[in-house]
């Protein structure tokens, strides 16, 4: 896995460039959460030509619905979920500058030649360690679709995010590559 | 009759759900430091040591250790002799689950399945109610995330498949679940009965100490089988590629109809969250 990178929002093209699968990253600076219902909102916005309640230049997404804050906490458990509901609107936004998102589980073929295309990069965080993950928020604020609940869109400041490189911009994927070293099926 | 009291069942409810979703059972714990020192890929061997941590600070914070707290499933054992006062026992453990996602800061899960409007408390709960001898009432919480949910199926399979025919089934089934139910999983196998009696067998399977044996030496000796051929599947822990997809294999078993074989594969994540309580 070698050294850890630390690496900073918003990412420039540089920064994304030089990311290979399996790298270990530390995110720190301000990630944007959004799931399903916000993409779809965002989606309808951007067909109606009207502008996004973000900006989403630059800028990382967290596909996450976080549990309800303890008092005194910024929020509260807080880890990723499943990034293939998202799969249909994220070309559209990378297209649109977006350059990181954060999720678990594979994405599909277009989301991954849009990475090579618009210089992006799909983060995993690990699945279930929400607990963990939410050490790294310090500050969290709900900036649109509040009616969402967790689903809503929040800016969040994050310090050491730990995540690791799932597709790159050479086109690469690290569930298949790490399957098939670990594989132990001829058919694999 | 023995009677218990309708706010004993709420407050234990509400207990076991917030219990459950913080505090990861010593046998998970166990098998996931097994698998770390188990594991080849440092990727994985990293994921699972945030795993450690994580269930560490959940405890230790009183946090859910996954933001997914899950639909609430609760299996509950009722002797015959009890008599319930006060109230109606299911009112009690939608109360106890309502209760407890609120003053647990759980997330609340439940919504309709056509407006995807959120019920806003995570009722109803998912109740399996099993009528046994004796005057005790047990109660399982099993907060049950839709990540893995989503990876489960049943199959009604042709008979003729026999052994082999289902054995591939459940290994395919995690195959093509992939990272999606956060690996390491934990398998539950449900065989014959009907359609819906298998999905339940198989819930039930997951309530198993991981570790333990299956009692039916030829069931014990299937569930091994298949913990190697998922485990070389090379999944490995969030499916980055590693030694280690699942902890354990639990099969349930009973007769089904001449004309089926009905088998369910209920994938359980790392989160394996179950708490009991008998009153
Ligand atoms: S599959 Fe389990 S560990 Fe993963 S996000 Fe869902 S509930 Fe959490």
């Known amino acids: 896995m070698g050294e850890i990178l630390r690496l900073q929002t918003p990412l420039r093209d540089e920064d994304v460039e030089a990311l290979r699968i399996g790298q270990k990253v530390l995110l720190s600076g301000v990630v944007y959460t959004a799931r399903d219902a916000a993409h779809r909102r965002m989606m309808d916005l951007i067909e109606a030509g009207k502008p996004l309640p973000i900006d989403i230049k630059g800028q990382v997404i967290y596909y996450v619905g976080p549990a309800p804050a303890k008092p005194g906490r910024p929020i509260g458990s807080a880890g990723p979920t499943t990034s293939y509901r998202m799969d249909v609107y994220s070309p559209k936004l990378l297209e649109l500058g977006l350059k990181g998102m954060i999720g678990k589980g594979k994405r599909s073929k277009e989301v991954i030649d849009a990475l090579v295309r618009y210089k992006g990069v799909y983060f995993g965080a690990t699945g279930g360690a929400g607990a963990l993950l939410a050490r790294s928020v310090l500050e969290a604020e709900v900036v649109a679709y509040e009616d969402l609940g967790p689903e809503a869109i929040r800016r969040l400041v994050v310090r050491d995010l730990p995540l690791i490189v799932v597709n790159d911009v050479l086109g690469q994927d690290l569930y298949e590559e790490g399957v098939k070293r670990y594989s132990r099926q001829p058919q694999a | ?279």
């Open chain 2, 1 to 279: 009759m023995r009677e218990i009291g309708f706010e004993k069942i709420v407050e234990t409810v509400s207990r076991l759900f917030i219990e459950a979703n913080t505090e990861l059972g010593e046998d998970v714990l166990d098998a996931i430091r097994k698998a770390k020192d188990m594991e080849e890929s440092p990727t994985g061997k990293e994921v699972l040591a945030e795993l450690l941590e994580n269930a560490r600070i959940a405890k230790e914070e009183q946090v859910p250790m996954c933001q997914d707290t899950g639909l609430a499933v609760v299996f509950v054992e009722m002797g015959q002799d009890v008599h319930i006062v006060g109230g109606h026992l299911y009112e009690a453990i939608q109360e106890g689950v309502r209760r407890g996602y609120r003053d647990g800061y759980l997330r609340k899960s439940a919504c309709h399945p056509f407006t995807r409007a959120n019920t806003g408390d995570n009722t109803p709960a998912i109740i399996h109610m099993e009528l046994v001898p004796g005057d005790r009432l047990k109660i399982i919480a099993m907060p049950k995330g839709g990540g893995s949910e989503n990876m489960s199926a049943v199959a009604m399979l042709t008979p003729s498949v026999g052994k082999p025919g289902i054995m591939d089934y459940v290994v395919k089934r995690v195959k093509e679940a992939g990272s999606n139910p956060c690996p390491p999983v934990i398998v539950g196998v449900g065989i014959g009965g009907t359609l819906e009696k298998a999905a339940i067998l198989a819930k039930r399977a997951l309530l198993r100490r991981l570790g333990s044996s299956n009692p039916d030496p030829e069931l014990d000796q299937m569930e091994r089988e298949l913990l190697e051929r998922i485990n070389d599947l090379g999944i490995g822990p969030q499916g980055y590629g590693g030694r280690i997809t699942a902890l354990g294999v639990f099969i349930e078993m009973m007769p089904c109809h001449i004309a089926s074989l009905p088998v369910a594969v209920n994938i359980q994540c790392h989160a394996a969250r179950h708490k009991e309580a008998v009153l």
